[in-house]
Every structure is written in structure tokens, then in C-alpha cells.
């Protein structure tokens, strides 16, 4: 089992639209969890840190089920400015990244 | 610009040729991390410095890969003996040693390409 798993993609989303992604770890331990995201052929931008049950940023709200051992990011009205790849991070000194969950919103 | 800088941003070198990255990190952040990222995957952690410490390295860094933070500020990763599978973009990030030390800033990264 890979230490982060994340949901494939491509979501193709219309613009306003929810869209939740899931990204399970194995990591038990792991006490802080990331989500960046990832425009094509750029570096990952921190989009969210969550230390605790969860965090919401404006329209992202990411959720920890630490039993479950997962963490799910939810972004509601999709805006075309979100395509993106989206990464799940658990974090233990280094960070261990899933593959991504590509996101395309269209008008 | 105070964000994480990395040189060059694209290097193209023949099989067996040397290569050297530079990273300069977030002047307050005393964690430097190095990373590799191929297409269609999420970044792989490489090595990473508490200061001019390194504190971890991946089993994916070879004997050709050596990284050094001499002063504990900026840091290089060079390669060796340069294989076709060196292709990727190399990512460095920096964090602090504060309550958020685990957020971790990344830089534009170096594409390299080995012909």
C-alpha cells in the first residue's frame, strides 16, 4: 500500500459546482496534514495546513477522520481559476506527497 | 521577492555530465528540503537540513547525489555521472523551526533534462 493515496483524477467540474477530493494515508503518526496546489509546470503553492479536525479557508474546508486516516478537501463554487492539480500531504519532518487529484473546472 | 529561489530553472546536460543546483531558501527558515518530481506524480522527498545538519536522506538518493548546506542558509544538490532517469524538475522548500515549522514554501524548481 502506498503511504498516500489519493483520488485519481481528472474531475472535470462546471464552473460553480462542489467537488470533494480524499487522500488516505498509512501513516498513523502523522500529526499535520497539507494540501498544495499545482499549476502545470510550477511548483506546489501551499493552499491549506490542518493541525487538528479540520480547517476552511473561504471556499476550501478540509476535514480530518484521524480513525479513518483520511483527510478530504471540499471547495465549493468552483471558480476556472481552481483547474489545478491538487496534492495530499501528511507531514512527519519530510513531507510525503500522494500523486495529485487533477481538477478542471469549465465554463 | 523573499520567497524560495532555486538556479537554474532549466538545465539540459548529455548522459554522464555533472550537474549542480543551487537553493536559497526563505532568509528566517532554518529547514531546507529537496525534492524530485517526474510528470504525473507528486513530488519524492529527497534529503533534507535542520540548519547546516542533514538530517535525513531518501533511499532514492543515490551515490551520485550529494547535497551540502555548508553555512546553513543556501544549499547545493549535485548530481554526477548524469543518467537518463535524472530527468525531472528538482524542487527545494524551506520551513521555520517555530509552532508551523511544517509548512514548507516551495521554489520554481530546476527542470533538468538529460539528453
Known amino acids: 500500500r502506498k503511504e498516500v493515496e489519493q483520488d485519481p483524477g481528472p474531475f472535470n467540474v462546471p464552473e460553480g459546482a462542489t467537488v470533494a477530493f480524499n487522500c488516505t494515508y498509512s501513516?498513523?503518526?502523522?500529526?499535520?496534514f497539507f494540501w498544495y496546489r499545482q499549476d502545470c509546470r510550477k511548483e506546489p503553492k501551499l493552499l491549506m495546513s490542518?493541525?487538528?479536525s479540520g480547517n476552511e479557508d473561504g471556499r476550501f474546508t478540509a476535514q480530518l477522520n484521524r480513525a479513518s486516516q483520511y483527510i478530504s478537501l471540499l471547495i465549493r463554487d468552483s471558480k476556472l481559476s481552481d483547474s489545478a492539480t491538487y496534492l495530499c500531504a501528511p507531514q512527519g519532518g519530510k513531507l510525503i506527497f500522494g500523486q495529485g487529484t487533477e481538477l478542471s473546472v469549465k465554463p | 521577492d523573499t520567497g524560495v529561489s532555486q538556479d537554474p530553472r532549466h538545465k539540459i546536460t548529455k548522459r554522464g555530465q555533472n550537474v549542480t543546483f543551487r537553493c536559497d531558501p526563505i532568509s528566517e527558515h532554518n529547514r531546507l528540503y529537496w525534492y524530485r518530481q517526474t510528470l504525473g506524480q507528486g513530488p519524492e522527498f529527497l534529503t533534507y537540513?535542520?540548519?547546516?545538519?542533514?538530517?535525513?536522506k531518501s533511499r532514492l538518493l543515490s551515490d551520485r547525489f550529494s547535497a551540502e548546506r555548508p553555512k546553513g542558509s543556501f544549499s547545493t544538490l549535485e548530481i554526477q555521472r548524469t543518467e537518463q532517469g535524472d530527468s525531472a524538475m528538482y524542487l527545494c522548500?524551506?520551513?521555520?523551526?517555530?509552532?508551523?515549522?511544517?509548512?514548507?514554501?516551495f521554489g520554481p524548481g530546476t527542470r533538468l533534462t538529460v539528453l
Open positions: 537540513f535542520q540548519n547546516e545538519a542533514q538530517l535525513e
Open positions: 501513516n498513523s503518526a502523522s500529526q499535520s
Open positions: 522548500a524551506s520551513s521555520s523551526a517555530g509552532p508551523r515549522y511544517n509548512e514548507q514554501f
Open positions: 490542518v493541525y487538528s
